[in-house]
């Protein structure tokens, strides 16, 4: 996969904050060499925050997030800055335009530092500001390190702004791989592969497609089947496979027809790990033995494409759990970034396996649930649970 094919969900996201009209979308502009936002004089003219993927010299593939001032005013400004905070669920490193050092910047300044989110302070337009070096003096004071001096109209200062990010990379940025703590070089890996609607014929889903590329990185032998030609596949490899991945619904027939020694798991259990905190998702699903038919559960997908009627999340889930625990429990869907702030009400929250989220926005997720004391799981780690095998699987 090119660096111009890179998901948005896998490249390091880089948010813009400030006031309106502290420069923002012209930083955007200047750092991407190309007029991407909007620029006005008029405060207020980035409405809803603006995503620019692209490769940036000794980083890789990276996703530039353009927001609205966080000083908005009015109904629509109120919108517009709820919009800023949705984007900072996803931001990994921040780029923060002081403009005056009032008490509003420095609330979101905290909100960002408590988010641990490494920011780099900046100061735009220092070359036609008379009191520059004085108020350098008081950023450097508030955020313990040198503001990084910036024009956008010179380019003066862009170098050692890309500088200062090279050296603020999250340590998990270069996550470990998908596979890699499952797999040696040389191993056989047979791959299980869903044939429904959600993957239809001629195509195969993202997670399938990034695992394969992950498999073939590490040097596997990699084979690919559905449910009904596994016994073949099987039969056709020399040796039983070291591993087993399948899709999450067919966990129960792979389970029942693999080879005692091959190792197993699915696609949604690796990226639970690959996205979040694996350990987290399986502590949620021990929850699930205190659920009854009077619980409230929440299903929260990451895609925004309609229901189909196979659908895992709408349909098959659900039908597990009412199955178990009774006709009227309860169950809410929520999809793309709509996500209660309060979860209060729920007894579990299930996710999908987020492969069109960065795992910066999955971790704020599994904090705000951890904090409200409410235990989430994952698609996959939730089907191995209500099939009695999430002890016999790889996570």
């Known amino acids: 996969m090119s660096l111009q094919n890179t998901p948005r969900a896998n490249r390091l996201h880089i948010g813009i904050f400030g006031p309106r009209n502290s420069g923002k979308s012209s930083l955007l502009n200047a750092l991407t060499g190309q007029s991407f936002a ?4 008029v405060a207020g003219t980035t409405t809803d925050p603006v995503y620019k993927s692209m490769e940036l010299s000794g980083i890789g593939p990276v996703v530039w997030i353009d927001t609205a001032g966080f000083d908005d005013e009015g109904e629509l400004g109120a919108m517009r800055v709820q919009k800023t905070q949705e984007a900072l669920q996803r931001t990994d490193i921040a780029l923060f335009l ?67 990010l090279l050296r603020l990379l999250p340590e998990d940025y270069q996550a470990e791989s998908i596979t890699a ?28 497609v990034q695992t394969i590329r992950d498999l073939l990185d590490h040097s596997c032998i990699v084979t690919s089947c559905t449910t009904d030609t596994m016994e073949q ?7 039983p496979p070291s591993l087993i991945i399948t899709d999450s619904q067919a966990f129960a027939f792979v389970y029942a027809h693999k080879p005692a020694a091959s190792l197993l798991t699915s696609f949604s259990v690796l990226f639970a790990r690959y996205k979040g905190d694996i350990h987290q998702f399986v502590a949620g699903a021990a929850a699930m033995e205190h659920l009854t038919a009077a619980s409230h559960v929440l299903i929260a997908e990451a895609c925004t494409h309609a229901p189909l009627t196979e659908d895992i999340g709408r349909i098959k889930i659900p039908n597990l759990l009412r199955q178990r625990f009774g006709n009227s429990l309860a169950i809410d869907f929520v999809r793309g970034a709509d996500f209660p702030a309060d979860l209060s009400s729920y007894d579990l ?5 987020a492969c069109m989220f960065n795992r910066r926005y999955v971790l704020n997720r599994l904090e705000q649930a951890a904090a409200q004391r409410v235990p989430m799981c994952n698609y996959g780690i939730a089907i191995a649970y209500l099939t009695g095998i999430l002890d016999k699987i790889v996570y």
Request: hydrophobic fraction near 40%.
């Open 38 to 41: 909007v620029v006005s004089d």
């Open 349 to 353: 929250i299930i996710h999908c396996g």
């Open 181 to 208: 703590h499952l797999v040696h070089p040389g191993d056989a890996v047979l791959l299980v592969m869903p044939q429904d609607l959600q993957a239809p014929k001629g195509r195969l889903i993202l997670p399938q």
């Open 233 to 239: 596949a099987l039969a056709s490899l020399a040796a």
């Open 98 to 164: 002081f403009s005056d050092g009032s008490v509003q910047e420095k609330n979101w300044l905290e909100q960002i530092k408590t988010k641990k989110i490494p920011v780099i302070p900046i100061i735009n337009k220092f070359d036609v500001r008379p009191d520059c070096a004085v108020f350098s003096a008081q950023i450097e004071a508030l955020c313990h390190e040198k503001p990084v001096l910036v024009s956008t109209t010179t380019g003066e200062g862009l170098s050692t702004l890309k500088e200062r």
